[in-house]
């Protein structure tokens, strides 16, 4: 098991930018990818952004490709996503997620069933 802790949420003017980090610990050398998702309220949990751990493969909802950018620090064990450009409708409470299963590299891996581990979330506000 990996255990998760997201950081770096808050309150923020449309357009303007966050990035967002995710460390993990634990059990990290299993780790095959990392996601990240976000969840309004009464809305479901939502794929945003994945990273390979070993190869950097990237993959990106379209929603926010261009604006948003995953990227992993290994050695610190710790996932970041970088978002510019933010909007209202990107406010959401973010989660970092890590795959532990065999995974091709290929593919969206952009359903939450896809990762085993989840962080508590950091709440992101956009305000227009």
């Known amino acids: 098991q990996v255990q998760l802790v997201e950081s770096g949420g808050g309150l923020v003017q449309a357009g303007g930018s966050l990035r967002l980090s995710c460390a993990a610990s634990?059990?990290?050398?299993?780790?095959?990818?990392m996601g990240w998702f976000r969840q309004s309220p009464g809305k479901e949990r939502q794929f945003v952004a994945r990273?390979?751990?070993?190869?950097?493969?990237?993959y990106y909802a379209d929603s926010v490709k261009g604006r948003f950018t995953i990227s992993a620090d290994n050695a610190k064990n710790t996932v970041y996503l970088r978002m510019n450009s933010l909007k209202p409708e990107d406010t959401a409470v973010y989660y970092c997620?890590?795959?532990?299963?065999?995974?091709?590299?290929?593919?969206?891996?952009?359903?939450?069933?896809?990762?085993?581990?989840w962080g508590q979330g950091t709440q992101v506000t956009v305000s227009s």
């Open positions: 997620a890590a795959r532990h299963n065999w995974w091709s590299g290929f593919g969206s891996l952009a359903g939450t069933r896809e990762y085993d581990d």
């Open positions: 990273i390979g751990w070993s190869g950097g493969t990237t």
């Open positions: 634990g059990r990290t050398f299993s780790t095959t990818a």
